[in-house]
């Protein structure tokens, strides 16, 4: 049980300290939640941080539950699920366009007129709040693999042990801190779990 995002960031920095390449590692958080992680870490090693913004496809009516993710122009469908729940391509397709204009539109927010960060040759490390399904975090490591990093490392607090196993097919190395047997939620491992602010993760990246 973390007590809020700052304790599970300072506990995750203790773990990911001898893996950062100085001058060549790049901190990457998912807004918002992943953020307030990624701050911690990239205050311990001395550094500052970016954002990679995906946005979860979630179910109808049920949001927590992700279907999918979307990016800058680009999508990762979770084919079961959608098989499962029986959704009709034209409400994919949809939610995506509409997603992904609000990708564009948090980039901007949170990163205004800055030049985009280059990931190639670097080590790479991409950090979230959390992971229930892993969809988000699988769309951002592809999104991320395509630019050629040298080395990708997820590092989460929590998730199940199955999404871990998603993971690291996607990733060269995953630190995850808590696998727990039971998972609804990750708030359900959070004392505080208070969602984060735009103006937060502005604040984050100053």
């Not at 590692?25 to 954002?51: H, N, S």
Request: charged letters at 30%; a positive charge; hydrophobic letters at 40%.
């Amino acid at each position: 049980m973390f007590r809020n995002r700052t304790h599970a960031g300072q506990l995750l920095a203790k773990k990911l300290f001898l893996l950062k390449e100085p001058g060549n590692t790049l901190i990457l958080g998912i807004p918002r939640g992943g953020v307030k992680v990624a701050y911690e870490v990239a205050k311990e090693f001395g550094m500052k941080m970016d954002v990679l913004v995906v946005r979860k496809l979630g179910y109808p009516n049920n949001e927590e539950l992700a279907i999918g993710a979307v990016g800058a122009g680009e999508a990762y469908l979770n084919d079961q699920l959608i098989r499962e729940t029986g959704l009709s391509r034209t409400f994919l397709d949809t939610k995506i366009r509409m997603k992904q204009e609000e990708v564009r539109r948090r980039y901007e927010l949170f990163r205004g007129k800055r030049t985009m960060y280059s990931v190639t040759g670097k080590t790479v490390i991409m950090i979230d709040d959390g992971a229930a399904t892993g969809s988000t975090l699988i769309l951002a490591l592809r999104l991320l693999r395509k630019q050629g990093p040298k080395r990708l490392i997820v590092a989460i607090p929590v998730a199940p042990a199955e999404t871990v196993k998603k993971l690291e097919r996607e990733a060269d190395l995953v630190i995850c801190l808590e696998q727990p047997t039971l998972f609804s939620a990750i708030g359900q491992f959070y004392d505080d779990f208070t969602q984060v602010e735009d103006y937060m993760v502005k604040e984050c990246l100053k």
